[in-house]
């Protein structure tokens, strides 16, 4: 993108990208080489400002390094814990001619990220298992990042033990199957947070106990031995202190322990589905006693749109949002079946990610269904790319459960600042049908329960990009929810 | 605790940024840092000396290694090490604590690089404790100015530490980082 402005408006996406451990490869125009540093014009510093948000980058000086910046680039950006690398190029070495050679290789000596994990910490860690009553599996984004989905599911079902997933690692494990217990965390599910409470080992794969997911980290787990494998060995032992640390990727560790697992089958036998018997019980209880609900009362829920979203699409739509409620509804009720579903910023929080993302999805599976749930706050963040959809032909999809504020910051200061509801509510809100047209898209509106499987549908079939503006319930909230700084298991339900 | 790290980098264009934006970004403490080439003109070496608890040690560690930049980090705790600093002082020597000053000088191998009527600049070269002392002793009489350039350190005996000694990084289990 250009130098300095473009350069600089850039910075919360590859932030965005860096807490996630996206990887991408941005470009950046720079002044002349003479130039940097005299502050010409549209000069920025931002290999600079880029530091601490990238992974690596890169200050091309010379054309005959290009070749080689860019192919270190990529592979940076894509190997390890994947992230985000800039390479600012100036304007007289965008210019320069020379002889295009592409390496081969890459050889960075300070650069070598541990794939396979450590046999005698694996070993480890299923003799832990082993010795537990009360086991449950935390995985996170790296089980996605990794393509671990298949190894994940082998694991648990073939020792019986419940998982649950971070915001980030939704579809690593399928939303429908009898042993999830759905995301944990601030917005958790009662099950996943009592299960993390109450277990005796947790066996964290691929998560970085970020604090929305531990709530108070004394009390996180602290029944607990915990395993954590990760390819960041900086995640390991960062926020908690974990009892068997394994740096490696997620694929290779799942994939190592159900050997190990395999080798010894007398202990993962009968005995081993007795000692977890009475466990599996207490799960399937905390499951039954409070799932995830809301209530209908006839008035437009954000949930049940939600719900029937995931209905029409088989779980099978790419699905991105934007942040606050609209993102954790979406968490809870769309049951993600499949890895690479959900797009999300889950580390950043970044309003307005969703629906450019979603355009993105767009282009790289013009044939599949791409789905963007919205607040009416988020996407007025970068609703202006309605023009890139429709200048592309991309048929997105954009739902908007607006309800006239920005519903996360309302709903804390309806729990926690006795309902003083300072700058949450909207009240200069667009229209969005007529915005949505003034761009060349579709739009659709949404006032009542009862039009929503038929609005959804058309919207969904006409292939052109599209808003549909659901009018829901705006004191609705999310539930549960875990104070900031609580401990898991003190969580709001209602 | 304090450690004396020592971390061999790529000669190359903004890394000392890196290592100490890490720090100042991290909230991570800097006692002193000190730069230079190595036998290899290409790799420069750093040595940072910090203080933290054992897991604040363990992140320096770690997100020093994971910088891409990073060759090798060194950590000297429990290593069997020499370490040095470079203090230049200027000292008050007035008529009636010149001798004085002059022996204490002698007593720790200083040496006077500047003599002015009422000053002397004296060089000083040492370990922490060395150097700490001589600070100690020659306040009382008045320090002008001081200059240090932060320590650095090198394993004794036939142990080298080596560039291409490439480790993967955080290693097999994570933990071996530390003490390498
Ligand atoms: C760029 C940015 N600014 C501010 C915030 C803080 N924030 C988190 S949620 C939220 C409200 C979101 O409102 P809306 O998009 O309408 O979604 P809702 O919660 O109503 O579903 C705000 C302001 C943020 N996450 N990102």
């Known amino acids: ?494 | 605790m304090r450690h004396i790290i020592s971390v061999l980098v790529e000669n190359e264009f903004g890394v000392l940024a890196r290592v100490a934006g890490l720090f100042s970004g991290r909230g991570f403490n800097i006692e002193s840092l000190c730069v230079g080439e190595t036998l290899e003109p290409e790799i420069s070496s750093m040595t940072i000396v910090t203080t933290g608890s054992d897991s604040i040690l363990e992140q320096i560690l770690k997100q020093l290694n994971k910088l891409v930049n990073v060759i090798k980090v060194t950590d000297f705790q429990d290593a069997d090490y020499v370490s040095r600093e470079m203090v230049l002082v200027k000292v008050n020597a007035e008529e009636r604590t010149r001798e004085e000053v002059l022996r204490m000088i002698e007593i720790f191998r200083g040496r006077v690089v500047d003599v002015s009527p009422r000053s002397y600049v004296v060089e000083i070269t040492g370990n922490e404790e060395k150097v700490r002392a001589f600070l100690a002793l020659v306040r009382p009489l008045g320090i002008k100015e001081l200059v240090r350039t932060g320590s650095v350190a090198m394993m004794r005996g036939e142990k080298v530490m080596r560039a291409n000694d490439k480790q993967s990084k955080g290693g097999s289990n994570g933990e071996d980082v530390l003490r390498k």
């Open chain 1, 1 to 494: 993108m250009t130098s300095g402005p473009g350069a600089t408006n850039t910075v919360t996406g590859i932030a965005t990208a860096y807490m996630d451990s996206v990887p991408i490869v941005v470009f950046s125009g720079q002044v002349n080489t003479v130039l940097i540093g005299n502050d010409a014009f549209q000069e920025a510093d931002i290999v600079g400002i880029t530091r601490p948000c990238t992974k690596h980058n890169y200050l091309v000086r010379d054309v005959t390094e290009m070749a080689r910046i860019i192919k270190e680039a990529f592979y940076i950006a894509r190997s390890g814990r994947p992230g985000p690398v800039l390479i600012d190029i100036p304007k007289d070495v965008s210019a320069a001619l020379t002889e295009f050679t592409y390496p081969e290789k890459v050889r960075i000596r300070g650069y070598q990220p541990t794939y396979a994990g450590h046999p005698g910490q694996i070993k480890k860690a299923v003799k832990l298992i082993n010795s537990s009553k009360r086991p449950v599996l935390y995985t996170g984004g790296g089980i996605i990042t990794s393509g671990a989905a298949k190894e994940l599911r082998a694991f648990a079902e073939r020792l019986s033990i419940p998982v649950t997933n971070t915001l980030m690692g939704l579809g690593g494990f399928p939303g429908n199957h009898p042993q999830f217990l759905g995301m944990l965390g601030m917005h958790g599910t009662y099950a996943a947070n009592m299960a993390i409470t109450n277990a005796d080992t947790i066996i964290a794969v691929g998560a970085r106990f970020d604090d929305r997911a531990t709530g108070k980290v004394e009390e996180f787990g602290s029944r607990a031995k915990i395993i954590h494998v990760d390819i960041d060995p900086t995640s390991i032992s960062k926020n908690i202190r974990v009892d068997i640390p394994i740096v490696g990727d997620a694929k290779n560790v799942l994939r190592r322990m159900l050997q190990v697992v395999e080798e010894d089958k007398e202990s993962f036998g009968g005995a081993w589905d007795h000692a977890i018997a009475d466990w599996l019980r207490q799960v399937e209880r905390w499951k039954t006693e409070f799932p995830l609900s809301y209530t209908r009362n006839g008035t437009l829920k954000p949930q049940y749109v939600i719900e029937r979203i995931h209905e029409l699409t088989g779980g099978k739509a790419i699905i991105a949002t934007e942040v606050g409620q609209n993102q954790m509804w979406t968490a809870q009720f769309y049951k993600f079946l499949e890895p690479r579903r959900l797009m999300t910023s889950g580390g950043l929080g970044t309003m307005g990610y969703g629906f450019p993302a979603a355009i993105g999805a767009q282009v790289a599976y013009p044939d599949m269904l791409v789905v963007d749930i919205a607040g009416d706050g988020s996407i007025q963040m970068n609703i202006q790319e309605l023009a890139t959809a429709v200048q592309y032909g991309l048929p997105v999809k954009v739902v908007i459960l607006n309800n006239g504020c920005l519903g996360m910051v309302r709903q804390w200061q309806e729990l926690f600042y006795e309902k003083r509801y300072a700058i949450s509510v909207l009240e200069c809100v667009p229209n969005f049908v007529k915005l949505a047209e003034a761009y060349g898209a579709v739009g659709y509106e949404i006032e009542h329960e009862s039009e929503v499987d038929r609005v959804l549908k058309k919207a969904f079939a006409n292939g052109r990009p599209t808003l549909v503006d659901a009018h829901v319930n705006p004191e609705e909230g999310v539930y549960p929810i875990v104070p900031a700084g609580a401990a898991l298991s003190d969580m709001l339900l209602v």
